[in-house]
């Protein structure tokens, strides 16, 4: 496979082509902060905290769905992007309903980290507070749209890993919910195989295994990259 | 002399924040007298639409001191939509944990928040009538008390994980069991506690002789009281059935089941407080003035159930008269202290049950019943949740009964027995305003969640003219 040559954080880097930017912004051990990526899935490039600059150009690259260029130079941490990757945390938090202290995953939660290490301590936007259900009609696992933050990690892994694409988007802007087959109860689908896979990949507590208490959810990200790897390079990592 | 009202915003050294008025007529007698709870939490509105297993969480964080109360409450609310058997050693540890919150509560009223007017004085100078001069003048008082609070604490964080707001009591058990290694430890803290207890009663004892001219204006009147009783009529705070006597001692109400409670009592709305005002409904809101907490549960029950309580509820029998109940509110402080000696000693008993580690801690099932009532004598009295869920389990309809509010007609009731007392209505003195505070804090009103604010606000007082414009304020600290 062919190789390109880019610059990134003023090193010269080697990549394959094809490869998005940021896997191998990653490949270079930098700490690259991303929301709706998740290895195993096809990228999204929904949450956009994985943009970085590239020289010449004053759009700001979400790398996720970036391909690597021969010869282009970017920078992947600027007081500017910190900047907007705050704001980004803060819109989301700014978006539905997240009280920390009483959701499942608190002290776990991908979008509590990431406030944390963005600073976010209060909101410089008002919150809109929507008035949002919980769908708990599943036997085993309940969906609380006040915690999506429509990452779409549960659609992309119930399409492409599970194969049954039960979950999906509905409407758009604020207005954009997760739904189950053709929105209605989750309870109701007969095409949901209760595998729980959207659930593991949930990185706040929007999806969770019922009566589960706060501070006590536990997720598994890793599990579409590991069954990924199982089904198709026969290799079970722990 | 004109008409005036007389406000007192905020009244300090409560949880929460709260304001007196008074009336004053013509000659300058108080005629009228009110506590306006001012704050508003909407939990019972916000609480809609929530799954029904998240309501111990929300709940608690009603209050920072009391978050065990509606913890458990609220967990055995869910107990009663699950339709499960909880299992035993469950119901223990939660006993457990709801002596030792019992413990720390008490000792935070008695200590921090009233024990400064009782030894330093109600007309002390109110810059050193504090916990802080209460260290300064009275250093191993002070020091008993936090460390009975701590005591508490940690029997709350070693069960709960955490001291405030644990996240443990779950709908049909607890979620975690206690860990057999940590049984001595807490053992260990409760012969300190008792000691501790033993010498603030014998101090209080003493201390009490000089307030006893005092005692008969502080919320001395016939009332009903209300508590929760075991079958056979112990003292109790985590289950049992609930008693209503009246001012006479009459049993109005034997052992009636808690969920029945709306055939109980009814409540009243008033446009000048936050806080609903109950009344026992047999008898309407002026005859049904009822009081709840450690005053009405030692007055409710036959016998405490404990060695040292029994001797010092034995005691505790001085303050009745021709052979009533004790109706004088002031006596609280010590029927705090006695509760925490009971505390302590069932905190020990329970401890030293074999079964009390247990493992199988938790009952599952699903929605097994569209309503659930949890009651639980919190710290200041009887409080009831009360939940409707829908067939998935999220809440449609919930009502928190909580113990300030049955309070409440009594609180009101108390301050206007201070105001006519001691207000003499042509001077307004510092030590009148805190007499008035002090009734309401005899009460420990828990009208917020938390005690953080201490002494961000200081004490406001506004005259009125009979028509309601201001006459003359001002602020203390």
């Known amino acids: 496979m062919a190789l390109v040559t880019l610059t990134i954080d003023n090193r010269k880097v080697s990549a394959e082509e094809g490869q998005n930017l940021l896997q191998v912004i990653r490949e270079q051990g930098i700490d690259m902060p991303t929301l709706c990526h998740l290895d195993g899935l096809s990228e999204r490039g929904g949450c956009r905290l994985c943009v970085v600059e590239e020289e010449g150009s004053s759009k700001l690259l979400a790398s996720c769905v970036t391909a690597v260029r021969e010869n282009m130079r970017v920078t992947t941490g600027s007081d500017r992007l910190f900047r907007y990757r705050r704001m980004l945390v803060e819109l989301l938090f700014a978006e539905r309903n997240h009280v920390c202290s009483v959701c499942v995953m608190n002290r776990r939660c991908e979008l509590q980290s990431l406030a944390l290490r963005f600073g976010v301590d209060h909101l410089r936007y008002d919150p809109l507070y929507p008035r949002l259900s919980t769908d708990v009609s599943h036997e085993k696992y309940a969906l609380d749209h006040n915690r999506c933050v429509l990452c779409a990690r549960c659609v992309r892994v119930c399409?492409?890993?599970?194969?049954?694409?039960?979950?999906?988007?509905?409407?758009?802007?604020?207005?954009?919910?997760?739904?189950?087959?053709?929105?209605?109860p989750w309870a109701t689908s007969r095409t949901c195989t209760n595998c729980g896979k959207c659930v593991q990949v949930c990185p706040t507590g929007a999806m969770y295994i019922k009566e589960t208490f706060s501070a006590h959810g536990e997720k598994r990200p890793d599990l579409p990259k590991r069954i990924r790897d199982g089904r198709e390079k026969h290799t079970w990592g722990g | 002399?004109?008409?005036?009202?007389?406000?007192?915003?905020?009244?300090?050294?409560?949880?929460?924040?709260?304001?007196?008025?008074?009336?004053?007529?013509?000659?300058?007698?108080?005629?009228?007298?009110?506590?306006?709870?001012?704050?508003?939490?909407?939990?019972?509105?916000?609480?809609?639409?929530?799954?029904?297993?998240?309501?111990?969480?929300?709940?608690?964080?009603?209050?920072?001191?009391?978050?065990?109360?509606?913890?458990?409450?609220?967990?055995?609310?869910?107990?009663?939509?699950?339709?499960?058997?909880?299992?035993?050693?469950?119901?223990?540890?939660?006993?457990?944990?709801?002596?030792?919150q019992l413990v720390q509560s008490h000792a935070l009223s008695f200590f921090h928040l009233s024990a400064p007017d009782l030894l330093l004085g109600m007309e002390s100078d109110p810059q050193e009538r504090n916990i802080l001069g209460l260290v300064a003048k009275y250093p191993g008082v002070a020091k008993d008390g936090i460390r009975l609070r701590q005591v508490g604490q940690e029997i709350i964080r070693v069960l709960g994980g955490k001291s405030v707001h644990p996240s443990w009591a779950v709908p049909g058990g607890v979620q975690s069991p206690?860990?057999?290694?940590?049984?001595?430890?807490?053992?260990?803290?409760?012969?300190?506690?008792?000691?501790?207890?033993?010498r603030t009663l014998d101090l209080y004892r003493e201390k009490i002789e000089a307030f006893s001219t005092d005692l008969e204006h502080y919320g001395d009147f016939p009332s009903l009281?209300?508590?929760?009783?075991?079958?056979?009529?112990?003292?109790?705070?985590?289950?049992?059935?609930l008693r209503v006597m009246d001012a006479g001692g009459k049993i109005l109400e034997k052992g009636a089941r808690p969920e029945t409670y709306r055939n109980i009592f009814s409540e009243e709305v008033e446009s000048w407080s936050y806080l609903k005002f109950p009344y026992y409904k047999s008898l309407g809101p002026e005859k049904g003035l009822y009081r709840v907490g450690p005053l009405a549960r030692l007055n409710v029950c036959d016998r405490a159930g404990t060695p040292r309580a029994d001797r010092a509820l034995e005691e505790f029998g001085r303050w009745?008269?021709?052979?009533?109940?004790?109706?004088?509110?002031?006596?609280?402080?010590?029927?705090?202290?006695?509760?925490?000696?009971?505390?302590?000693?069932?905190?020990?008993?329970?401890?030293?049950?074999?079964h009390i580690t247990d493992t199988h801690v938790r009952s599952h099932a699903g929605v097994n019943g569209r309503a659930g009532v949890g009651v639980i004598e919190a710290p200041r009295g009887t409080l009831f949740h009360d939940y409707l869920v829908d067939e998935g389990g999220l809440v449609q309809e919930v009502n928190l009964v909580v113990a300030s509010g049955h309070n409440n007609l009594a609180m009101n009731r108390t301050i206007l027995q201070i105001a006519q007392a001691f207000g003499n209505g042509t001077e307004i003195t510092e030590g009148f305003l805190n007499r008035m505070e002090h009734g309401i804090r005899i009460y420990d009103p828990c009208l917020s969640c938390s005690t953080h604010v201490v002494g961000r606000h200081g004490l406001k007082m506004e005259f009125l003219g009979p028509s309601g414009d201001l006459l003359r304020s001002f602020e203390l600290l």
């Open chain 1, 159 to 184: 399409d492409e890993v599970e194969g049954v694409h039960t979950l999906d988007m509905m409407g758009r802007g604020v207005s954009c919910r997760v739904i189950a087959d053709l929105n209605q």
């Open chain 2, 1 to 100: 002399m004109a008409k005036k009202t007389v406000t007192i915003d905020p009244v300090t050294r409560i949880e929460g924040h709260g304001k007196i008025t008074f009336q004053l007529d013509e000659q300058g007698r108080v005629t009228r007298a009110r506590f306006h709870v001012t704050d508003f939490r909407g939990f019972e509105k916000f609480c809609e639409h929530r799954p029904f297993w998240e309501m111990p969480d929300i709940t608690s964080r009603i209050c920072g001191i009391c978050p065990v109360s509606h913890m458990l409450a609220s967990a055995k609310a869910g107990d009663a939509i699950l339709g499960v058997h909880v299992p035993p050693a469950a119901h223990k540890l939660r006993r457990l944990i709801h002596w030792a």
């Open chain 2, 178 to 198: 206690l860990k057999p290694e940590k049984v001595d430890s807490l053992q260990a803290l409760v012969p300190e506690a008792l000691e501790i207890v033993d």
């Open chain 2, 225 to 241: 009281y209300m508590g929760l009783v075991t079958p056979d009529g112990g003292l109790e705070h985590y289950d049992g059935v």
């Open chain 2, 320 to 354: 009745k008269k021709d052979g009533r109940p004790v109706s004088g509110s002031f006596h609280m402080h010590e029927a705090r202290l006695i509760e925490i000696l009971f505390s302590l000693e069932k905190i020990a008993e329970t401890l030293s049950d074999p």
